[in-house]
């Protein structure tokens, strides 16, 4: 048997940070048993301490009703730690053993069964990869009978130290286990609504359960945006834990704002510059932000801990300061005013030197400064993707602006949600969410979310009748989803056909939620282009160019856009089939027309069974309008369902 001791404090070796199991203690609720290494320098591996910024850890690997499922797989997001540099993605996988089968029983083990969860804590979003090595491990970990065995998970945290790498993430292995064409045969027409709903940074809610199906359908949700499970979740889990009731009174004043705590504020910006001597190399953008780390106090750990370089030197997660005036309380993300920038960042001569080469609009390839310049994103035609830091969103971002700065500012992506973490709901300084949850609370109180997602009906609530007028699918957008739903239901029953080509396919299906996105960027970019946005819903696109997202992605130059067709996919003249498109998204989306068709299946059913029973005696004129009847309304249905639940 392995003893367990404090290890040698050492940085981490790859992308894993820790292998952690959870337990439940009939007395103290769900618990930290082990962790290696130890969450916390200098303890040991049975160390049940848990650092301030990981509070819910517990919580969120071992889920709420747990002990109703035999095994389950969750995937979760914790906030950075100071220092660290971006959000750390968690899988958990659970398990629970009865206690008579154990080989070692110790003493605290009182109930008839034994419910733990082995965790890794990664800075890599593998989710399906790592879930598969760790489902074997925790397999493993079970069968052994005997908890006190760590060695398995030691060899575990070596392991896929060892074999994972930032390469993975250019990959098809990121998307492993998220499958967009399971989420279209369930959502049908729907996940056009899904998309659009994020895109317009609403608060979103997904409910069902286990937890494995949850996080499962809002990952492959999130999937559908370009480069977002990569490199657009690096800043999706800044939230502080809270407090008590006291420490929140006494800390209420010292609370900052939505937009001081999302940027440096104004007065350590002023303070640092002028600190900083002439004999200081030319910063600009991003660098600047490493002089100002220093005299930023450590009450501001959520703003400096993402502001933190790597080892290879690169800067990453990087925040732009605010603008430095003491009579201005709005928040400089919001207006995204470039002289902002300017004025934020450089000295007076350094500002002259950019503003000749903005008046070229960043064009040229022969920039002479030794820093980035406004404009990051790579020339169009380099013949492979090429990922740059992006200066406002702190994203890696490609040469159309990929992935969009959607979870950025305070919106988070929390794909599961604990009990505990019920206040991020309401808390003033989350601005929005996508997240996941199992209790039936969070689904209750409707008033803290825009749209409730119940996964199991594939049903999407919308609470408010005008974001529903926002949302209603125009008609190019009705063609480009019954146009997905044709292309996964075919051949779907064929056991050795589904899924394997190309058409229909998890990877067409993303391809052409790529080329939608980039279709719209492209529109918006054309002059005297209300025709063309008006495929795209022209109340859609005027509410998306309010959101934090589209003014980042706005605020820069993208070149890669200028070959992209900036037109609906989908663009084309009125015809009768629109009209039998639009006719089923009426009756399968809107309560009338949910009656309605209900009326229609009960007359059809009752008009059957009556022919049945007079059929003979009325003779071949009414069975002739009995079939007539059916088939029209077998015609009927099947194009209803074609783009209904």
């Known amino acids: 048997m392995e003893k367990r001791g404090a290890p040698p404090a050492g940085p981490p070796r790859g992308p894993v940070l820790h292998i952690v199991v959870v337990g439940f203690h009939?007395?103290?609720?769900?618990?930290?048993?082990?962790?290696?290494?130890?969450?916390?320098?200098?303890?040991?591996?049975?160390s049940q301490s848990l650092p301030e910024e990981w509070k819910y850890l517990p919580f969120l690997a071992l889920p709420d009703g747990a002990h109703n499922y035999q095994e389950d797989t969750v995937f979760f997001h914790l906030p950075p730690r100071c220092g660290d540099r971006t959000t750390v993605y968690g899988v958990s996988c659970y398990r629970q053993i009865e206690a008579k089968a154990l080989k070692v029983r110790q003493a605290d083990v009182t109930r008839e069964t034994v419910q733990k969860s082995v965790c890794v804590l990664?800075?890599?979003?593998?989710?399906?990869?790592?879930?598969?090595?760790?489902?074997?491990?925790?397999?493993?970990?079970?069968?052994?009978?005997?908890?006190?065995?760590?060695?398995?998970?030691?060899?575990?945290?070596?392991?896929?130290?060892?074999?994972?790498?930032?390469?993975?993430?250019?990959?098809?292995?990121?998307?492993?286990?998220?499958?967009?064409?399971?989420?279209?045969?369930?959502?049908?027409?729907?996940?056009?609504?899904?998309?659009?709903?994020?895109?317009?940074?609403?608060?979103?809610?997904?409910?069902?359960?286990?937890?494995?199906?949850?996080?499962?359908?809002?990952?492959?949700?999130?999937?559908?945006?370009?480069?977002?499970?990569e490199h657009g979740l690096t800043d999706c889990s800044q939230y502080r834990p809270r407090k008590s009731i006291s420490e929140?009174?006494?800390l209420q004043e010292n609370t900052p704002r939505l937009d001081e705590y999302i940027s440096v504020s104004a007065a350590d910006t002023s303070n640092t510059n002028l600190g900083m001597g002439k004999g200081c190399r030319k910063m600009t953008g991003n660098d600047s932000l490493e002089g100002q780390k220093a005299n930023v106090p450590f009450s501001q750990s959520e703003k400096t801990c993402n502001g933190a370089q790597s080892s290879n030197g690169t800067v990453q997660r990087l925040k732009v300061p605010s603008h430095a005036s003491p009579v201005s309380s709005e928040s400089?993300?919001?207006?995204?005013?470039?002289?902002?920038l300017e004025e934020s960042n450089l000295k007076g001569g350094e500002r002259e030197n950019i503003a000749s080469?903005?008046?070229?609009?960043?064009?040229?390839?022969?920039?002479?400064?030794?820093?980035?310049?406004?404009?990051?994103?790579?020339?169009?035609?380099?013949?492979?993707?090429?990922?740059?830091?992006?200066?406002?969103?702190?994203?890696?971002?490609?040469?159309?602006?990929?992935?969009?700065?959607?979870?950025?500012?305070?919106?988070?992506c929390l794909p599961y949600m604990a009990l505990q973490q019920h206040h991020l709901l309401s808390d003033v300084t989350v601005r929005g969410f996508v997240a996941g949850a199992t209790n039936i609370l969070f689904r209750q109180q409707k008033h803290l979310s825009d749209a409730i997602v119940e996964i199991e009906d594939a049903h999407v609530q919308i609470h408010d009748p005008e974001l529903r007028k926002i949302?209603?699918?125009?008609?190019?957008?009705?063609?480009?989803?019954?146009?997905?739903v044709k292309h996964v239901t075919e051949n779907r029953d064929d056991v050795f056909l589904d899924g394997t080509g190309w058409e229909g396919g998890d990877e067409w299906i993303r391809a052409q939620f790529s080329a939608?996105?980039?279709?719209?960027?492209?529109?918006v970019l054309q002059p005297d282009n209300e025709k063309t946005l008006s495929d795209f819903g022209t109340a859609f696109v005027a509410a998306w160019k309010n959101t934090h997202n589209y003014r980042v992605w706005n605020s820069n130059k993208h070149p890669g856009l200028a070959e992209v067709n900036s037109s609906h996919p989908f663009q084309g003249q009125y015809s009768v089939s629109d009209v039998k498109l639009r006719l089923s998204h009426s009756v399968q989306n809107s309560e009338r027309g949910k009656k309605i068709g209900n009326v229609m299946v009960s007359t059809s059913r009752n008009v059957v069974q009556t022919g049945k029973a007079v059929g003979q005696s009325v003779g071949g004129a009414f069975t002739s309008a009995k079939s007539a009847m059916s088939s029209w309304f077998s015609t009927f249905t099947q194009s209803t369902q074609s783009l209904g639940d």
Request: glycine share 8%; hydrophobic share 40%.
């Open 26 to 46: 009939h007395k103290k609720g769900c618990q930290v048993e082990f962790s290696y290494p130890p969450l916390k320098p200098g303890e040991g591996h049975d």
């Open 122 to 229: 990664s800075q890599l979003p593998l989710y399906g990869l790592l879930q598969a090595k760790l489902q074997l491990i925790t397999h493993a970990y079970f069968e052994e009978k005997d908890f006190s065995q760590i060695s398995i998970l030691k060899e575990l945290y070596d392991h896929m130290n060892s074999s994972l790498g930032s390469t993975l993430l250019e990959g098809s292995q990121v998307y492993l286990g998220l499958s967009p064409r399971d989420l279209v045969l369930h959502f049908r027409h729907k996940v056009l609504i899904l998309f659009k709903l994020i895109l317009l940074e609403k608060k979103v809610l997904f409910y069902i359960s286990p937890v494995n199906r949850l996080v499962g359908a809002l990952m492959t949700v999130l999937s559908l945006f370009p480069g977002m499970i």
């Open 248 to 250: 929140d009174a006494g």
């Open 332 to 340: 400089d993300w919001e207006t995204l005013d470039p002289s902002i």
């Open 357 to 412: 080469e903005q008046a070229e609009n960043h064009l040229s390839e022969g920039v002479s400064s030794e820093s980035l310049p406004i404009t990051v994103q790579p020339q169009a035609n380099t013949g492979h993707t090429v990922l740059v830091p992006g200066l406002i969103s702190g994203l890696e971002e490609d040469q159309y602006g990929m992935p969009l700065a959607i979870f950025t500012k305070g919106y988070l």
């Open 471 to 484: 949302l209603n699918p125009t008609t190019a957008d009705l063609r480009f989803a019954d146009y997905l």
């Open 516 to 523: 939608y996105l980039h279709a719209l960027l492209a529109a």
